[in-house]
């Protein structure tokens, strides 16, 4: 079945670091890509997705290229910030009956910036 | 403003008793669906539903419950048969091959 393997933290950095988390998929055919944020109390927030190969989702500093060759979806800015601070959620998704997306998502990663 | 709410945001249960979590939606979604958030372990579906009067069950269904009689609605319930209910719900919704949009989520704890 479909499976989402995502880099383990917690990740600490200083301010204005570079950032990786690093995404990897396992799934037949064509998913849609994405990354979620959850900040401490809230639900998710989509920050950014992809819908097929080589396609490059941005959003508030953030990129991640589909890289179907690696089956990867790495999540990078070049810049962080204080308010980046939350918990970040690889995931994929498959349509199913209706065309409604089913989503399959990885386990998290809590990133902490350091002033 | 159109989005997902649900309630209550913090929850407690006695053992043996069943409590039913709330989400409403007015995005006009046709699609909504049920996570459940423990730590290390990312989110997990429960129940999803594609239009109103039907549902499926996801990864881990046993133990709860749900209904769709209005597409704006759909409410989860713990069962007393869910061994270990203490957790964090997500409630989303989608359009037809849309992204999902979640709700501020539920803390469920029992005492």
């Known amino acids: 079945g479909d499976s989402v393997t995502q880099m383990e933290g917690p990740v600490t950095l200083s301010e204005e670091a570079f950032l990786t988390i690093n995404c990897t998929y396992t799934?037949?055919?064509?998913?849609?890509l994405f990354w979620y944020v959850q900040y401490p109390g809230e639900g998710l927030q989509l920050l950014l997705k992809?819908?097929?190969?080589?396609d490059k989702g941005s959003n508030k500093g953030f990129e991640a290229t589909y890289r179907k060759e690696t089956t990867s979806f790495h999540l990078e800015k070049g810049s962080v910030q204080v308010s980046d601070s939350a918990v970040y959620f690889c995931?994929?998704?498959?349509?199913?009956?209706?065309?409604?997306?089913?989503?399959?998502f990885g386990t998290g990663t809590r990133l902490t910036i350091i002033p | 403003d159109g989005g997902i709410t649900q309630s209550p945001k913090y929850l407690f249960r006695k053992e043996g008793q069943n409590v039913t979590l709330s989400c409403e939606q007015n995005?006009?979604?046709?699609?909504m669906y049920w996570y459940r958030q423990d730590p290390g372990q990312g989110l997990r579906l429960i129940y999803y539903?594609?239009?109103?009067?039907?549902?499926q069950k996801g990864d881990i269904a046993e133990g709860y419950s749900v209904s769709r009689e209005k597409k704006e609605s759909f409410p989860l319930t713990v069962t007393s048969a869910q061994k270990n209910p203490t957790a964090f719900y997500l409630c989303a919704s989608s359009p037809p091959g849309g992204e999902q949009f979640f709700g501020p989520g539920t803390r469920l704890t029992v005492l």
């Open positions: 799934a037949t055919g064509y998913p849609s």
């Open positions: 995005l006009n979604h046709d699609a």
């Open positions: 992809a819908t097929k190969a080589d």
């Open positions: 995931a994929l998704s498959r349509q199913g009956n209706f065309g409604n997306e089913k989503l399959t």
């Open positions: 539903s594609q239009i109103v009067n039907d549902f």
